[in-house]
Each structure stands twice: as C-alpha cells, then as structure tokens.
C-alpha cells in the first residue's frame, strides 16, 4: 500500500456528461500527478498540481481540469465526456516536483467507462 | 521529444527461471531517473527499481536488477528466481526532472510466470 487513495473505483458515464475524480495524497506528499491509461497502453500524463497550483499539462484539451486543496488532495475533473475519455485514470503523490530522485506513489486508479 | 519504448508485448517464464525485460529511451538531458514499475491486476503502480544515470553501478533490489547501458539509453530489468507474484504488466519509465518531473512510460510488457 502507497497511502494514496482515489475514489470511486469505478464508474459509468454517458457521452457528454461531466465526471469528478478524486485522489488522497500520501502523507508529507505536496504534489499530485494525475495520469490517463488506456487499454493496452502506458500512463500518459495529464497534468500536475504544486501546492494548489497547476504545475504543467501533458497534451490534453481545456476540458480536463483540476484542483488541489490546502490538505494537497486532489480532483481532476472531465468534462463534454467523450468515448475516448474511457480510461483507467491514475493519480500519483510525490514530494517537491522537478527533484529528479523523486519516487511517486500510485493509487489503484479509477476506472472510467463511457457510454 | 523523450520516449520510451518496450519492444516486447508480453513474455513468459518458467517459475525459478530468469528473464529479462527490454526497454530503450531518447533523451538529450544528462541527468535523469529511469524506473520499472509493475501493475498487477489490481491496477496500483509498485516501484520495482530505479536507477539514476550518473551511477555507473546497475542498481539491485533483491531478486530484481537492471542492466543500464547510458550510452545505448537500454535498461533492461531482470527477474530472477521467479514467482507467481511478479505475473504482472511491467512498465519502463523516464523523468528527467525539469520543472514538473512528470514520468514518460512505455506500452508495457505483460509477463506470465508458469508454475
């Protein structure tokens, strides 16, 4: 167990609506990534959070979004779902970013279904 | 543009044998991390190994070492004295640091252990 949590496990949405994730960061942890993993495909990265503050984006559209909250939990947040969209998505905590020796620490990730 | 690539879409060994999974990267930074983590069934991201590219040394966790050619940019992870447990998908990965020191992950290698 990495101590990051994310809830729900699992959840089905239609094509269009919106969808809130959410990630628990380990203790001590200040900085949150989330990533998108596809079937049969590696983590892409979506974006990071810094103390509260969004710290760079992967390749992704405007519609996905986040937050970080002062206790370094975290949300990413989808909207205008697309079939695509259906993901394992994955949040990780890590201390002060930008330090290359830096392990993060993977929740079990939510598992997104679009319909 | 860093990636990473793994060759090998699945492997399988014999319980106690050995095996070796490939991976090779592109980078032009100097200083970076490369890590291998396992994803079981259970989806949750386990560190396996990592190692940084100034240390000549190939680094060891037990039954799990690597193979870290620099100027190749190949690192390659070898199980030994395998166990039902390490049947997982194994992902490669790269972070270089910079300003966010996101990880940049190869598509996998699925290994079956055979009792």
């Known amino acids: 167990e990495t101590g990051v949590t994310q809830s729900p496990t699992h959840l089905i949405k239609t094509r269009g609506q919106q969808v809130t994730l959410r990630c628990s960061s380990q203790?001590?942890?200040?900085?949150v990534s989330w990533y998108q993993q596809a079937l049969g495909q590696g983590p892409q990265f979506i974006f990071q959070?810094?103390?509260?503050?969004?710290?760079g984006r992967g390749n992704f559209p405007p519609r996905f979004s986040g937050l970080q909250f002062p206790n370094y939990s975290s949300e990413l947040n989808v909207n205008a779902l697309e079939l695509d969209d259906s993901a394992l998505y994955l949040c990780?905590?890590?201390?002060?970013?930008?330090?290359?020796?830096?392990?993060?620490?993977f929740g079990a990730g939510t598992r997104l279904s679009v319909l | 543009a860093q990636t990473v690539t793994q060759s090998q879409p699945e492997m399988s060994v014999q319980e106690a044998e050995t095996v070796t999974l490939s991976c090779t990267y592109d980078?032009?930074?100097?200083?970076?991390?490369l890590f291998w983590y396992k994803q079981p069934p259970s989806r949750q991201m386990i560190l396996v190994i990592r190692?940084?590219?100034?240390?000549?040394q190939n680094a060891t966790e037990n039954r799990f070492s690597v193979n870290f050619q620099k100027a190749a940019k190949s690192f390659s992870l070898k199980i030994s004295d395998s166990q039902l447990g390490d049947a997982a998908m194994y992902f490669c990965?790269?972070?270089?640091?910079?300003?966010?020191?996101?990880?940049?992950f190869g598509k996998g290698t699925k290994l079956s252990v055979k009792p």
């Open positions: 990780a905590s890590s201390l002060e970013p930008g330090l290359v020796k830096n392990i993060q620490y």
């Open positions: 203790s001590g942890h200040n900085t």
């Open positions: 959070y810094y103390r509260e503050e969004e710290n």
């Open positions: 980078t032009s930074e100097s200083d970076y991390y």
């Open positions: 190692q940084e590219a100034y240390k000549q």
């Open positions: 990965a790269y972070n270089y640091g910079g300003s966010q020191g996101n990880l940049i």
